[in-house]
């Protein structure tokens, strides 16, 4: 049992939120919900990030002060988390005291500390994003994140000093190769803001006042990034009651959108590091839910309303669609189509078919009673062993944070499910007078697979496993079965009276014609999509596009060791241009370790890092295998770490 502190950003209560809030709040809640399961003292944060010029902004627009504005926009927020059936175990307000003097301390004592200097600045500053930008980071003149017109600023300023711990901060992401994640992101951390060097960062703004004010020099108010970030550790007590702080303190994860990993990564470190704290464990940007139209956002008028959609499909519908359709780390397509889909053939036929026929059967053949199972056959036995080799992949998925893949893990029992039924024939069975225990194996095999569904589906859904649970007749409620027990196959006891009730997800039938005009962009949206995949379906063919996805590098090999209790894996060190990485490579029945180092190979380098038996991959080296052959592919003469390979 370990402890696992996750928190989302806090959001600008500048508007109600949206579908995308919506998603990376329910990833934190299904794997802050998997970690109590399996045992973890979880603290789960979310909360408002409520200062700055652009909520003030706002609050001017709306003819109201701007505590009025966000308390309005902050009960939504309550009232949106408690529809999502969101367990946080804290919602922290930035414009709440016990932040305000947290970050009073932290601005003191970095300005004690000499880390805080004050000077002028004169520069640009794009408010949606509250985020400062030199010309030369410009993209057409235009603020690179979100696109829009950025604005001249000049005051006077407080200022950060990142520069001066930029080389640790470079240190401590190579030595810590799991800290930001994807990958991706942290390659894009360190070429395109750490080498091109660290400026000492403004944090502090005289022409408006909403926001928090610098203790020691009240016409200005801090800069609202420090501010927010700041909620990570104002939220555990910090510096003044230290109980939550020295229990959760550091974060295991701050899960964010990948816009905002930049502060994250860069600028949260470095306070921390002022601070002589100990940074968080990991960082991850996840993918932007997009729509054909690009990306949600309240200006662009193209924003999805989360509690709509809850009204219409019913809560675990949608939060069975944000965690399964959208590859975590990739940006996801979001359109009512797909939607639908997801839940007419998942859900519908696929879980929602498979309790009803189970049942069903049940009631049908043995008086609603779960029968005993008699002795297992072969079909028997695939059908278990699929279903214990999905609970590892789910332990192991929810692991590396891969939360649509331990959906789709969880469905493949779903659907070996309904294929046995078909290959088992119960209603054959049946007819047969010889065939009774044969039949009872059967139908306990249908119940006991769907009663482990139950069990793995409770950090995903929030009422269906309880239905399925309840269904299936058993006594004991579900919250109270221990997970690792209940994950075992043959806790379900005979004998007992299943209880079938309404369809758990009802199919959703076509819109009507006369509705249809208003779904046209999102039919249109998902026609896109479904046609690009089904080319790549048809053809099995790749355009040279996908191929260039594949970033194919040279590595050289610096170290090398097996891991510890296996003996097909090495561990490589290996370095990449200027970066160096680990690799898990399945060679070392063919390779010794010392054969491998100081030696150039081939390395997959923008895979998705995954563990294996444990430890972390961040890549993949190319190999040719035949039989029980296998060579490593190297560069035919030697070219250097970082070459390009096409
Ligand atoms: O950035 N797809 O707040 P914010 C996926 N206050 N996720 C999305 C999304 C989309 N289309 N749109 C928003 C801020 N998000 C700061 C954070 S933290 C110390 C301060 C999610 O209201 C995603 O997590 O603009 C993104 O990072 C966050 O909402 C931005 O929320």
Redesign the pocket.
């Known amino acids: 049992m370990g402890k696992f502190y996750i928190t989302?950003?806090?959001?600008?209560p500048?508007d109600n939120?949206?579908?995308?809030?919506a998603?990376?709040t329910v990833v934190a809640d299904a794997l802050a919900r998997y970690h109590r399961l399996i045992g973890d003292d979880v603290r789960f944060l979310t909360g408002t990030?409520e200062h700055g010029q652009k909520i003030q902004r706002r609050a001017e627009a709306a003819g109201v002060s701007p505590q009025v504005f966000v308390d309005n926009i902050v009960n939504n927020i309550h009232e949106l988390w408690k529809r999502f059936k969101i367990s946080h175990d804290d919602f922290i307000r930035t414009t709440e005291e016990r932040h305000e003097k947290t970050v009073q301390y932290i601005f003191e004592y970095l300005y004690q500390k000499g880390d805080i200097y004050k000077s002028e600045y004169e520069g640009l500053y794009c408010t949606p994003?509250?985020a400062f930008w030199t010309e030369r980071q410009l993209k057409d003149g235009k603020c690179p994140d979100c696109g829009r017109d950025v604005e001249l600023v000049k005051e006077e300023s407080y200022f950060f000093r990142l520069s001066k711990y930029a080389d640790r901060l470079m240190e401590y992401i190579e030595s810590h190769p799991e800290f930001i994640q994807p990958v991706s992101r942290k390659n894009e951390m360190i070429n395109n803001f750490l080498k091109p060097g660290l400026e000492d960062l403004c944090v502090s703004r005289t022409t408006f006042n909403w926001g928090i004010q610098v203790p020691f020099d009240p016409k200005h108010v801090v800069y609202v990034?420090l501010d927010?970030?700041s909620?990570?550790i104002s939220a555990l007590g910090y510096p003044h009651d230290r109980e939550l702080f020295d229990r959760y303190w550091p974060a295991d994860l701050h899960?964010?959108?990948?816009?905002?990993v930049r502060?994250?990564t860069i600028i949260?470190p470095i306070i921390l590091m002022a601070l002589d704290l100990p940074l968080p464990k990991q960082v991850f940007g996840?993918?932007?839910?997009?729509l054909e139209s690009g990306?949600?956002s309240k200006s662009k008028g193209n924003v999805i309303d989360p509690v709509v959609l809850i009204d219409k499909y019913g809560l675990d519908a949608i939060r069975y669609y944000l965690l399964r359709e959208i590859p975590f780390g990739s940006d996801g397509f979001y359109s009512e189509d797909a939607l639908i889909l997801r839940i007419n053939t998942d859900l519908a036929n696929d879980l929602g078919n498979l309790l009803h026929r189970t049942l069903s059967m049940i009631e049908k053949f043995t008086g609603g009673v779960i029968p005993a199972p008699g002795t297992y056959q072969d079909l028997d036995r695939q059908v278990i062993s699929l279903a214990e080799d999905c609970i590892t992949a789910v332990k192991q998925s929810m692991e590396n944070l891969e939360v649509s893949a331990a959906l789709a893990h969880i469905f493949k029992i779903v659907s070996r499910a309904n294929k046995y039924i078909d290959e088992a024939a119960p209603w054959a069975l049946a007819k047969q007078p010889d065939q009774k225990e044969r039949l009872h194996t059967v139908l306990y095999t249908m119940a006991e697979s769907l009663r482990l569904v139950a069990v793995l589906l409770q950090p995903f859904m929030v009422e269906t496993p309880a239905k399925i649970w309840d269904q299936l007749g058993i006594q004991q409620s579900l919250a109270e079965v221990d997970f690792a027990e209940g994950m075992t196959w043959g806790w379900l006891k005979s004998g007992i009276q299943v209880k079938k009730g309404n369809p758990i997800f009802p199919r959703i039938e076509e819109e009507k014609p006369e509705n249809k005009g208003k779904e046209e962009n999102k039919v249109k949206e998902v026609k896109a999509v479904e046609e690009a995949k089904a080319v790549q379906k048809d053809e099995g063919l790749i355009s040279i596009d996908d191929f260039a996805k594949i970033d194919l590098r040279v590595a050289k090999v610096l170290e090398a060791e097996r891991v510890e209790g296996s003996d097909k894996l090495l561990k490589l060190m290996v370095e990449v241009g200027t970066e160096k990485r680990q690799i898990v490579a399945g060679i070392a029945q063919y390779y010794r370790p010392e054969d491998m180092v100081g030696k150039e190979i081939v390395v997959v380098a923008n895979l998705k890092p995954a563990k294996l038996r444990g430890v972390l991959s961040e890549g993949m080296l190319l190999a040719a295998s035949v039989d029980n052959k296998l060579t490593v592919i190297r560069p035919e003469s030697e070219i250097g770490s970082g070459a390009k390979v096409r």
Do not use: Q, R
Not at 8 to 12: A, D, L, M, Q
Not at 286 to 290: N, S
């Open positions: 989302t950003p806090i959001y600008y500048s939120l949206h579908i995308g809030h998603y990376t990030d994003c509250e990034w927010a970030l909620n990570y899960l964010v959108g990948k816009e905002i502060f994250h949260w996840h993918g932007w839910l997009v990306k949600m």
